[in-house]
């Protein structure tokens, strides 16, 4: 059995600052392209929605065909995204908790400008392995 493609996107005040795409199988270009807009059109949802909740995980805060978006937001406003098909709940807020840790790590170096684009191969490397442990 294959699985479908997994996105994620962590997003900063104006911009994305990572984008990884697991259990990818052959994507068409435009395919990719629609669903990295479906997870940036889900934005003012994630707004929305972390204003009317208190909590960090925010869930599945939209649906688009047969995909949701579920999303986590810092407490510093930097958000998590992810283009999913029907992950459990659980699995998705483990997955969210290690990545947020891996991200205060990253941001707490003092070579990494805060809410800048995340170029470290380590953080990629990290963030995938636990992508593998969670959503595989």
């Known amino acids: 059995m294959t699985s479908s493609p997994i996105f994620f996107v962590i997003v900063g005040k104006n ?3 990572y984008e990884a795409e697991f259990n990818k199988l052959y ?4 395919v990719l392209r629609q669903n990295y807009f479906v997870l940036h059109s889900a934005l003012d949802l994630v707004e929305k929605a972390a204003w009317t909740n208190t909590a960090m995980n925010l869930r599945v805060v939209d649906k688009v065909n047969h995909q949701s978006i579920s999303a986590f937001v ?4 930097i958000k998590f ?4 098909s029907g ?3 659980e699995l998705l807020k483990n997955f969210f908790a290690d990545v947020y840790e891996l991200y205060v790590k990253l ?4 070579f990494y400008k805060y809410d800048s684009p ?3 191969k380590a953080f990629d490397k990290r963030v995938r392995a636990v992508a593998r442990r969670y959503l595989s």
């Open 15 to 17: 911009e994305p600052l």
């Open 27 to 30: 994507t068409a270009d435009n």
């Open 74 to 77: 810092t407490a510093g406003g």
């Open 81 to 84: 995204l992810v283009l999913h």
């Open 87 to 89: 992950k459990s709940e």
């Open 107 to 110: 941001t707490m170096n003092p």
């Open 118 to 120: 995340i170029v470290s």
